[in-house]
């Protein structure tokens, strides 16, 4: 079974600086790793995910995640947060051959004008 | 507008009520999925329907049941709830077959039991 742990429960952060969410995740198996936001009173949305290939993606709004495979690691970045990127953000994790996903317990970013 | 409806969008419920939740699609997916959001906890899968048929069920208590009618609908049955069951229910399809696919959620529906 896969296991997916988000350290940091809250991260606040000053508007316009920069910001990583960490993210960890246990397989025995190749995995496939996904970022979900979800805003205040909305159901999840997705922001960027790894299937294979290169290791940095990207999202259409500036965030960006690296699949790190030695350290199992899938953390979440962004150079320069605004207001709008309030929200609490998921990882999650599923293995070839099952689209269930396993999420973690995630991270709400409040950003401080 | 993400493609997954869910109604109501709050329920208040007495613990021998017995009420319903829906969940709609219009995105041509063939699996639904259930989940269930609790403060401070992961999110918490409950049931997992493929080409309507029930593939998984995690532990979930029998006062919860699930309904699939065709692949576009998925209900959850509720009766005798505990208060401990209050939580947001999330509603999730995606286009099933081997992982790495996108799940689309609904907006939920916060169920409080009193």
């Known amino acids: 079974a896969q296991s997916v742990t988000q350290l940091d429960s809250q991260v606040p952060v000053f508007e316009e600086a920069p910001v990583e969410l960490r993210c960890n995740y246990s397989?025995?198996?190749?995995?496939?790793l996904f970022w979900y936001v979800q805003y205040p009173n909305q159901g999840l949305q997705l922001l960027l995910k790894y299937l294979s290939g290169s290791t940095l993606v990207e999202s259409i709004n500036g965030f960006e995640a690296e699949f790190n495979k030695s350290q199992t690691s899938f953390h979440l970045r962004k150079p320069s947060v605004h207001i709008s990127d309030t929200a609490e953000y998921f990882c999650?994790?599923?293995?070839?051959?099952?689209?269930?996903?396993?999420f973690g317990t995630g991270t709400r970013l409040t950003i401080i004008p | 507008e993400t493609g997954v409806t869910q109604t109501p969008r709050h329920l208040v419920m007495g613990m021998t009520n017995k009420k319903s939740l829906k969940c709609e699609q219009h995105?041509?997916?063939?699996?639904m999925y259930w989940y269930k959001q609790s403060a401070k906890k992961p999110l918490e899968l409950m049931f997992v329907?493929?080409?309507?048929?029930?593939?998984e069920n995690n532990s979930v208590p029998s006062r919860f049941s699930p309904e699939c009618p065709n692949s576009s609908h998925l209900f959850l049955h509720l009766h005798t709830l505990q208060p401990e069951d209050s939580a947001l229910y999330l509603c999730?399809?995606?286009?099933?077959?081997?992982?790495?696919?996108?799940?689309?959620f609904g907006q939920g529906t916060r169920l409080t039991v009193v």
């Open positions: 397989s025995s198996v190749s995995v496939y």
């Open positions: 999650a994790v599923s293995v070839f051959g099952n689209e269930k996903l396993t």
């Open positions: 329907y493929s080409l309507e048929e029930r593939v």
């Open positions: 999730a399809s995606s286009q099933g077959g081997g992982g790495g696919t996108e799940a689309f």
């Open positions: 995105l041509g997916h063939n699996a």
